[in-house]
């Protein structure tokens, strides 16, 4: 697919498309690295940062709650 190039110089697009890619390279490591089933902080840490990057993107507690109950401390742990 190619875009005008007026389009990508406009810098809601380029955020947008930055935003999409530091969620998919997220994603992937998560679902790649077996190592975070291990690693509780690093865990809490990725929870917190998209939790952080949802809120300055002005997505609220009403529409995305912290299911985990981590957003304002404490740290993940599994169980068993």
Do not use: C, K, Q
């Not at 998560?30 to 291990?38: I, K, V």
């Not at 690093?42 to 809120?55: G, K, P, S, V």
């Not at 985990?68 to 169980?79: P, T």
């Amino acid at each position: 697919m190619t875009y005008p190039s007026n389009r990508m110089s406009d810098p809601d697009v380029l955020r947008r498309v930055r935003d999409r890619l530091r969620v998919h390279a997220v994603l992937a490591y998560w679902a790649g690295a077996g190592s975070l089933r291990e690693d509780s902080a690093m865990l809490t840490h990725i929870y917190r940062l998209l939790l952080r990057a949802a809120r300055a993107r002005g997505i609220d507690r009403d529409r995305l709650p912290d299911f985990l109950d981590l957003e304002d401390g404490g740290e993940f742990a599994l169980l068993g």
